[in-house]
């Protein structure tokens, strides 16, 4: 009894740690050590809390009974292994199935096959199970095949009821698993091969973007921008609160709607190698924050703690203010979000080759319909970014009276092609050649103030205030023609005079 007590504690601890994923051994397992490692921490936790088990484990078993070696508890778990295959294979009974395939090569650069079948349950739901990764000295495709088959044999399969096969088709044994792909069709040539239409979606995404100097350099510039910016944690703190700041602004002033899940903290997401789904989740933050990256590039260029730190920034700050790269960053969140809706759908669990291949035709038209008649919107949103950006950069500088025309002038620069530093500068020109004066027949008055009495009867003033400060002179009312000829004189005038005009 009192074995099966310790023994049964030794299994719930495996149970556990596997079911958590948890590693099982410590650095230091002494009896002095702080830390054993998690399954004698844990079995020590359990024994503190159980005393049927606190008075058989551990300390107060025999020290050659204590159930709790390296060798026993890899027992345990080669025993749970064991078990749990059982299950799956009785699971799948004389059913139909496939299998999938994929390089495991671990951190001791042993080749490894990772095996996964695949197979439609009695309650006719789709089911894929993990069975195991199989060592091969050999990546030949018939020492392949061997594998497989001594996979089969141990768990009673047999490749006649093999109804497909699936393999990575970017692995470093792509050529292997091509010929092995031969060997079990010849063999059972119902095993058809289908390549993971998601896989087969992002190996055409990077072939595409590869082939295409612009696209290339655009995810290269992307890539360098997320390093730059988030090098250090100090530059992460400062694009978070500047984009903070950006985005309690734009709350303050309608842009952006307020509610639960709106508007969370966010940063600069890093693109996966292996994933380009993850490409697209990178231009969205990007777009998203980009007056703040531009911000935080800036203060780089200018306070870095050396030459090279700046001159990079400097590089980068040019770059993507381009209108060649916002135009082309727009262009692929467009394109990768029809390709990720379609990514996402692919590698759902219940999807079937009928719906993946409407789903592909779907996703075909919308990316031709983009093609076809989608530049114009494209260029809008792009013309509309570059336009927000340039007012926000330029809002600090100059007051709200230049804003419209200066807008005007940077849309039409954005729209010749020059880069957001040159549209930025246009504009800046534009607000220090543009003058205005105003003119008034009656008070200013702001909501919820009192009108003021300060401008009587057949009474004009010259030069007034936007927010209804009192003008510069006060005079007689007089012919547009007048007051336009002199409203034009003092604007073009160095030096502004009201004696022509002004009666009081």
């Known amino acids: 009894m009192e074995y099966r007590t310790r023994l049964n504690a030794s299994i719930d601890c495996v149970r556990f740690l596997l079911r958590q994923g948890l590693a099982f051994r410590g650095h230091d397992e002494s009896e002095s050590s702080s830390s054993q490692g998690n399954f004698l921490e844990l079995l020590k936790f359990l024994a503190e809390h159980n005393e049927d088990v606190k008075s058989v484990a551990l300390n107060n078993a025999r020290q050659n009974l204590k159930l709790v070696a390296p060798k026993i508890q890899k027992d345990i778990v080669s025993v749970a292994a064991s078990e749990t295959i059982n299950v799956i294979i009785k699971d799948l009974g004389d059913a139909l199935f496939s299998i999938l395939i994929d390089e495991a090569r671990d951190i001791s650069i042993k080749e490894q096959m990772a095996f996964v079948i695949r197979y439609v349950n009695k309650e006719g739901h789709v089911i894929e199970r993990f069975l195991g990764i199989e060592h091969v000295t050999n990546t030949?495709?018939?020492?392949?095949?061997?594998?497989?088959?001594?996979?089969?044999?141990?768990?009673?399969?047999s490749i006649s009821r093999l109804r497909g096969q699936g393999y990575d088709g970017a692995s470093n044994m792509q050529v292997e698993l091509n010929g092995l792909k031969a060997l079990i069709l010849k063999e059972s040539p119902?095993?058809?091969?289908?390549?993971?239409?998601?896989?087969q979606l992002q190996l055409a995404l990077v072939a595409v973007a590869k082939n295409h100097d612009q696209i290339a350099l655009l995810f290269n510039l992307v890539s360098n921008v997320v390093n730059v910016v988030g090098a250090s944690c100090?530059?992460?703190?400062?694009?978070?609160e500047k984009q903070a700041s950006k985005v309690v602004e734009a709350l303050n002033?309608?842009?952006l709607s307020s509610g639960q899940g709106l508007n969370q903290e966010t940063n600069l997401k890093r693109a996966g190698d292996t994933r380009w789904g993850s490409h697209y989740g990178t231009l969205i933050s990007l777009i998203d924050m980009f007056s703040a990256v531009i911000d935080v590039l800036e203060m780089i260029s200018e306070d870095g703690s050396n030459s090279e730190q700046r001159a990079e920034a400097n590089v980068l700050l040019h770059s993507i203010q381009s209108f060649g790269f916002v135009f082309n960053l727009h262009l692929m969140r467009a394109i990768l979000g029809i390709t990720n809706e379609l990514s996402q759908a692919l590698q759902r669990k219940d999807q079937d080759i009928v719906n993946?291949?409407?789903?592909v035709q779907v996703s075909k038209r919308r990316l031709q319909m983009m093609r076809e008649s989608g530049w114009s919107d494209l260029l809008a949103k792009v013309l509309i970014f570059s336009m927000n950006i340039v007012k926000n950069r330029l809002r600090n500088r100059?007051?709200?009276?230049?804003?419209?025309n200066s807008l005007i002038v940077a849309g039409a620069a954005a729209a010749s092609g020059l880069s957001l530093a040159d549209v930025a500068a246009e504009a800046k020109h534009a607000s220090e050649m543009v003058g205005t004066m105003g003119v008034a027949l009656s008070v200013c008055t702001l909501p919820g103030q009192v009108t003021s009495d300060r401008l009587g009867p057949g009474k004009m003033e010259l030069g007034l205030g936007i927010h209804g400060e009192p003008g510069a002179a006060v005079a007689d009312l007089q012919p547009v023609d007048n007051v336009v000829s002199h409203v034009l004189k003092q604007i073009l005038s160095p030096?502004?005079?009201f004696d022509g005009c002004a009666s009081s």
Not at 142 to 157: I, Y
């Open 140 to 157: 030949s495709a018939l020492a392949l095949k061997k594998a497989v088959e001594d996979l089969f044999c141990r768990h009673g399969l």
């Open 190 to 199: 119902c095993a058809y091969y289908v390549h993971c239409f998601a896989h």
């Open 234 to 240: 100090k530059r992460r703190d400062i694009l978070k």
């Open 253 to 255: 002033k309608g842009i």
């Open 356 to 359: 993946a291949m409407t789903l």
């Open 398 to 404: 100059m007051g709200d009276e230049w804003m419209k």
């Open 495 to 497: 030096v502004w005079h």
